[in-house]
């Protein structure tokens, strides 16, 4: 739609509002011609001054009743102030003059997708279709209407439609970016764009959207290969110089990677994300002061930024700073209270410093946020192992079973816990069942349980399934 489009002359739109508003004050006759009168209209439109818009749009149908871009403008107007079946009627009206004017379809395609009916917005749109000169950008607009029915096909169609009549068109390629990620054909997507750029090598947005599509695949040297030509081709491209550096922090090549964050601050202002992550990057090399100098720079930004608040807490346990850290932990706590990896870490620091009451309470968090993972409910049993409380061990082990009947640590851990209560019937029989799901991982019982090396039962009963 072309309302609000802002292409004009400062000079001359200072000039002609002086003169619109003028003679609306003074209730002077004053004459602008169209031009002119969609320029003030753009011009209100792109301030939202939708009281001054209607104005200009009812003198403009005063003084040119026939002409259907003061109809269009009106209906956009309502349209901005959700009067959506008023708006309707008004191209109802503005059809009756030009039948065929496709800027009718797409305006009354973007209010029938505001009322959130897509299929009727699509309607619209196919018949403006008919019009060459638009159908790139109506291609672009159907694409939205299907991704907000979930049909992710029919919108990838669209938008290669829109990029085969305006190659340029970064919308479009980065919307099918977007619909090739929800409807999880990375595949599709690579072999897309590969084939875009045999055509058009110089799209610094298809090489980008090809190293996000193969670092989504972990194929991470390609992805930094089609980073660094999209780099190539527009040397100021912070996305591509923070995506590469994502793909090398991924490759563990810490220090490179570090060094392409920062080659970000040349061409954008810096980020609290991109701090955090060269701070995660100084963590993994075990540098500690820089991963806390860089966690504090991300939270001047951004202190809304829990990993990095959590970061901070990490570190300074590495730095046997636990009782600082601890609070960091709760920090990042308190702006995620539903993430259970905060939660998870939170335990540990707690067990740790010997709060076991408060660790119980956060595993049973843990648990409760994220009954999937089988770590909390490994963790959990630890410490009430740890506690010597057998029964409610076995118990929490039991549930985790539960929820994953074939997960081998599991299965082990309960192995040993029935050991150690001298239940060896029931004992073998998860032993057998851990040893079924994962051989390899029967030193996860020694581990958890070293006595159970002296064990000849247990011992036997594991060479009898090595293969």
């Known amino acids: 739609m072309s309302k609000g489009q802002g292409n004009y002359n400062s000079e001359h739109i200072d000039v002609l509002i002086a003169r619109f508003e003028t003679s609306i004050s003074e209730n002077t006759a004053v004459f602008f011609d169209v031009d002119e009168y969609e320029d003030v209209i753009n011009y209100y439109f792109d301030k939202n001054n939708f009281s001054k818009a209607g104005v200009a749009i009812e003198k403009g149908v005063e003084h040119f009743p026939f002409s259907v871009l003061f109809h269009l403008r009106k209906a956009q107007l309502f349209s901005a102030t959700e009067r959506t079946t008023e708006a309707l009627t008004i191209l109802d009206y503005a059809e009756k003059f030009e039948p065929n004017d496709p800027e009718i379809q797409m305006t009354r395609g973007g209010i029938y997708s505001q009322m959130k009916m897509p299929q009727k917005a699509i309607e619209c749109y196919e018949k403006a279709m008919e019009n060459e000169d638009m159908a790139d950008e109506v291609a672009l607009y159907m694409a939205f209407e299907y991704e907000n029915l979930s049909q992710f096909g029919d919108a990838i169609r669209c938008l290669k439609k829109a990029l085969e009549l305006s190659p340029d068109n970064e919308a479009a390629i980065y919307e099918l970016a977007f619909c090739y990620e929800l409807s999880e054909k990375t595949e599709d997507s690579i072999r897309y764009y590969n084939s875009f750029i045999d055509k058009y090598p110089y799209s610094h947005n298809a090489w980008f959207n090809l190293g996000i599509a ?70 993994k090399m075990e540098d500690w002061e820089s991963a806390l100098s860089n966690y504090n720079r991300a939270i001047k930004l951004d202190a809304e930024l829990s990993e990095a608040w959590l970061g901070i807490g990490i570190v300074l346990d590495k730095q046997n700073r636990l009782l600082e850290g601890i609070h960091y932990v709760k920090k990042a706590l308190e ?39 089988p770590e909390g409910w490994l963790d959990y049993s630890s410490l009430a192992f740890e506690q010597e409380n057998m029964i409610q061990a076995v118990e929490i082990i039991a549930e985790g079973i539960k929820n994953h009947p074939n997960n081998a640590q599991l299965n082990y851990r309960m192995s040993a816990c029935l050991l150690n209560n001298g239940q060896k019937q029931d004992a073998m ?20 349980f070293p006595q159970l090396k002296n064990n000849t039962v247990v011992v036997n009963i594991i060479e009898s399934y090595k293969k």
């Not at 993430?339 to 595993?363: C, P, R, S, T, V």
């Not at 029989?429 to 958890?448: G, K, P, R, T, V």
């Open 214 to 283: 193969y670092n989504k695949l972990e194929l991470y040297e390609k992805a930094i290969m089609a980073y660094d030509y999209a780099i190539a081709i527009k040397s100021d491209f912070g996305s591509a110089y923070f995506n590469k550096a994502n793909s090398l922090a991924n490759m563990e090549k810490h220090a490179e990677a570090i060094a392409v964050y920062r080659e970000t601050f040349n061409y954008e202002a810096p980020e609290a994300a991109t701090y955090y992550y060269i701070g995660e990057c100084y963590e």
């Open 429 to 448: 029989s998860y032993l057998q069942n851990a040893l079924s799901i994962n051989y390899e991982m029967h030193h996860e019982l020694f581990d958890f």
């Open 335 to 373: 702006l995620e209270k539903e993430n259970a990896d905060y939660w998870h870490i939170f335990a540990d620091l707690e067990q740790k410093m010997g709060f076991l009451e408060e660790a119980e309470n956060a595993y049973k968090k843990v648990i409760e946020l994220d009954p999937t993972n």
